[in-house]
């Protein structure tokens, strides 16, 4: 069950859209593809690392609007507390047979901070990059 599960995740991980929305542009990150403009742009804020956490859905289990919305304002609440540099992101399943999950990517977050964050909510993974071509990564985190 176990690996079916992580499997169904995983493929629900690639088809998805992950959007950053800077103050100048919005960008549409897939996984495993190298994002140029969004490189671009990390470097002119000098920004060496990236990632996206949410903290809608722990798991993959469908929560109720309110629950995934008070979920959103704690994570916000932790990024601010950790002082970390950030700018709104959110998911979109490209069938569109998911709720879009608000979250945030956290600029200069190293991955140890990122998956910690995740833990905190449950999250099953990460996506996560460096600037040099801002691939976006996709991390599981170890149960």
């Known amino acids: 069950y176990v690996k079916e599960f992580s499997t169904t995740l995983d493929a629900a991980f690639q088809a998805t859209t992950y959007r950053v929305e800077t103050p100048d542009y919005v960008f549409n990150l897939r996984i ?43 994570l916000q609440a932790r990024i601010v507390e950790r002082g970390l540099r950030h700018v709104p992101a959110s998911n979109h399943a490209d069938a569109g047979d998911w709720p879009v999950e608000p979250g945030y990517c956290l600029l200069d977050a190293d991955e140890k901070e990122l998956l910690e964050l995740a833990a905190e909510f449950g999250q099953s993974a990460i996506v996560c990059g460096q600037s040099g071509n801002a691939v976006a990564r996709l991390v599981w985190r170890d149960w």
């Open 32 to 74: 495993d593809v190298a994002a140029p403009t969004f490189a671009f742009w990390l470097r002119q804020h000098g920004v060496s690392r990236w990632g996206i956490v949410t903290a809608c859905n722990p798991g993959g289990a469908l929560l109720p609007c309110s629950e995934n919305a008070m979920r959103h304002a704690a």
